[in-house]
């Protein structure tokens, strides 16, 4: 069997979808039709690209690359035959774009100018998820780059859809001079005494996570700061001020160590999500492989992160199962 664009919508559609048999309704197949399709594809590709389960499937390591890969194929596809029947190119108009604290925007918005030259983007950010939401759902957005958190997924209205962008462990900032500075991995338990700096409310589950974690590991922050002014928070640990948790991809300045979390405690999803009936599907694929794969050249450059990964397994699974996109970066 050769691979054809059709066998790449198909592992698009089930990814999308999460489960073979909602992508073969959505596709018009049957379910045992469009299953033996993937098994042949994967027989082609050599390799599993779903992990299957009694709630659906999963993407594994090699099956987050490949559908990010056929994305960006049907993309440029899609894009081609637009041309041909005299269209606007698929990537034109306007695009109002919510984000969250995330370090990919500037890249993001650099390389969708230079690939989609024709589309228009107007970046607002705001750190609240929650409050992108509401944005969204009131008209006043068209797409936003949001987070989640495992066990708290995301919930909104039928108008909205939403796609992972990948999963990833949260780590902890530190002092240079901490006195857990020289382990590999800090145990959350063991940092009970510490003073907390925490990042407000955002209106998806932060920071409950943050403090059913500590929960969980049998203490109660004693003292807790409410902020998240990154250059400002770097200086105050670097000066011995407190602790905070950060994204993996953070950079430390002088005086600061990143450190992962014994255990993996605490993860944060990335996502896309957009209203539908504003975002032309093609102009979705462009923001969502640029943003994955700008979101891998960051992790990569991690060298925390990469140490993490190192003793990681090959697909990494948050504690209440695998999450698309939560793989074992690599260059």
């Known amino acids: 069997m050769d691979l054809e664009l059709r066998h790449l919508r198909v592992l698009c559609a089930i990814a999308d979808a999460g489960s073979v048999g909602r992508a073969a309704a959505a596709l018009g197949f049957t379910q045992p039709a469009l299953s033996s399709q993937l098994h042949r594809i994967e027989r082609l590709l050599g390799e599993g690209l779903f992990v299957r389960s009694s709630t659906g499937v999963e993407l594994t390591a090699n099956g987050a690359e490949v559908v990010s890969q056929a994305r960006y194929i049907l993309l440029r596809a899609d894009a081609l035959g637009r041309r041909g029947l005299g269209g606007r190119p698929p990537t034109a108009g306007t695009l109002r774009l919510g984000a969250t604290n995330t370090p990919v925007v500037p890249a993001l918005l650099d390389t969708l100018r230079e690939v989609c030259p024709e589309l228009t983007v107007s970046v607002s950010s705001v750190y609240a998820t929650g409050e992108l939401l509401r944005l969204l759902e009131a008209g006043e957005l068209d797409a936003v780059l949001g987070v989640d958190y495992p066990g708290m997924a995301l919930r909104h ?113 990335h996502l896309l999500i957009w209203r539908s009936e504003a975002v032309e599907p093609a102009v979705v694929e462009a923001v969502h492989h640029h943003a994955v794969r700008l979101y891998r050249d960051l992790l990569a450059r991690a060298p925390h992160l990469q140490r993490w990964a190192a003793r990681a397994y090959t697909t990494v699974r948050p504690p209440d199962g695998p999450k698309a996109g939560a793989t074992r970066p690599g260059p």
């Open 157 to 269: 209205s039928p108008a909205l859809v939403h796609r992972a962008i990948n999963t990833v462990p949260i780590f902890v900032a530190m002092p240079t001079g901490h006195p857990l500075a020289h382990r590999v991995e800090v145990p959350l338990e063991e940092l009970a005494e510490d003073t907390w700096f925490v990042s407000s409310d955002d209106g998806v589950g932060w920071p409950g996570a943050f403090y059913d974690a500590c929960e969980a590991a049998g203490f109660t922050p004693a003292i807790t700061h409410e902020f998240h002014v990154l250059d400002q928070l770097q200086v105050m640990i670097a000066k011995g001020l407190g602790v905070t948790v950060v994204q993996p991809t953070m950079c430390p300045t002088d005086g600061v160590l990143v450190k992962p979390l014994a255990g993996d405690p605490l993860w944060q999803r």
